[in-house]
């Protein structure tokens, strides 16, 4: 079986700040063009005026992926600081109100919101998605079933949206909340081949609710746009590092489970029920608590986890030359990751006498500052 390249591709969404105020800021258009005339089409709006969101080129590793996204980075800060802005990629705003939001005037936009109401103006969330290079549909489809076992372990590790319109949540990922409001949202099914895929998926093309698969939003898809499989169950990270932590864990996942393929072996497929049991305590607890192992018939702490996962994907993680990446996973675990790191700001300015939402203000400029990590 001839191996795929399992090239990797990276988009993510950032919300716009005032840097004075740290309060949401619409995306003037001098600045859009300015993004655009430096990174072409790897730059566009999104579906809220105050956001941003730009994609890497197709890497054939994760050494070309971080180049490209501290390039993307970078440029999108320096083009907002001119207009007295800056970039944070937190999937919540911790103080920001969707009520005072404008979706983009743009046709595709515009169609979301005549066709999804009043749900898709709560849409104040901002993730990220990894595109991992499979350029067959059949083992697209088949590795899709398997991989979503693992959705809730990235989930967990990702989570950085704790607050919600200035008020601590309790979720550690209140993003995924708001985004499963809309239809076609959650974990895939389960579909035994790709003929299967493609009528359930024609059967919403006919009768005119979707033109196309791009409206199917599920935690993992195959891509519409690219041969590609395409995580999107992740929270958007403030940190760069962290970013390419996760998209190398995408990377080395797929091809562990190619590599059992070739072996006549594959992951068991569990039921979504189950499955979705372990995506809420991600959702919940984050990296804070751990997920059930249905194995074993015990929920197990996420350091355990990480080191058997970390076991799974060693090999490939050699081969594909990230194991730096795949092994910043225990340092999120063990220290904390986005969402623990911005409550603990939060708590640190209330121990020093601040207000509620001078709170928040101190996690944005947090966020603001972890923006340029790395960079």
Wanted: hydrophobic share 40%.
């Amino acid at each position: 079986m001839q191996e795929p390249e399992f090239s990797i591709g990276i988009e993510e969404e950032y919300l716009l700040v005032d840097l004075d105020s740290f309060a949401l800021a619409e995306a003037p258009t001098d600045l859009m063009d300015a993004c655009a005339a430096e990174l072409d089409s790897q730059v566009s709006p999104e579906f809220l005026q105050c956001q941003i969101e730009i994609g890497t080129k197709v890497c054939a590793n994760i050494n070309e992926a971080r180049e490209d996204l501290k390039r993307l980075r970078s440029t999108v800060a320096r083009c907002a600081k001119a207009y007295n802005l800056a970039p944070i990629a937190a999937s919540c705003h911790p103080f920001g109100d969707w009520k005072n939001q404008h979706h983009t005037d743009k046709d595709r936009y515009n169609d979301l919101q005549s066709a999804l109401g009043g749900v898709v103006r709560r849409m104040l969330i901002c993730g990220m998605h990894v595109h991992v290079g499979l350029n067959d549909d059949a083992l697209r489809a088949d590795l899709m079933g398997q991989m979503a076992y693992f959705l809730p372990h990235l989930l967990a590790l990702s989570t950085s949206s704790p607050f919600w319109q200035g008020e601590d949540t309790g979720l550690a990922s209140y993003r995924i909340s708001v985004f499963d409001n809309l239809p076609r949202t959650g974990l895939p099914p389960q579909f035994d081949n790709w003929s299967e895929y493609e009528r359930s998926v024609q059967v919403l093309i006919d009768i005119g609710s979707i033109e196309d698969s791009s409206k199917i939003w599920w935690d993992l898809r195959p891509s519409h746009s690219y041969p590609t499989l395409e995580t999107r169950i992740m929270d958007v990270q403030p940190r760069l590092e962290d970013t390419l932590m996760l998209a190398a864990i995408n990377q080395c996942l797929t091809r562990m489970l190619w590599r059992l393929r070739t072996k006549n072996q594959r992951w068991r497929r569990y039921d979504p029920f189950l499955i979705g049991e372990n995506r809420w305590r991600a959702q919940r607890y984050g990296v804070g608590d751990g997920l059930i192992d249905f194995g074993r018939g015990e929920i197990v702490q996420m350091t355990e986890l990480m080191d058997e996962l970390i076991t799974l994907i060693d090999e490939d993680a050699g081969i594909l030359q990230c194991m730096t990446e795949v092994e910043h996973s225990r340092d999120v675990v063990a220290n904390g990751n986005a969402t623990i790191r911005q409550r603990a700001v939060a708590a640190e300015a209330k121990a020093a006498g601040k207000d509620d939402h001078a709170q928040m203000q101190a996690v944005v400029a947090h966020l603001v500052e972890a923006f340029h990590e790395g960079l």
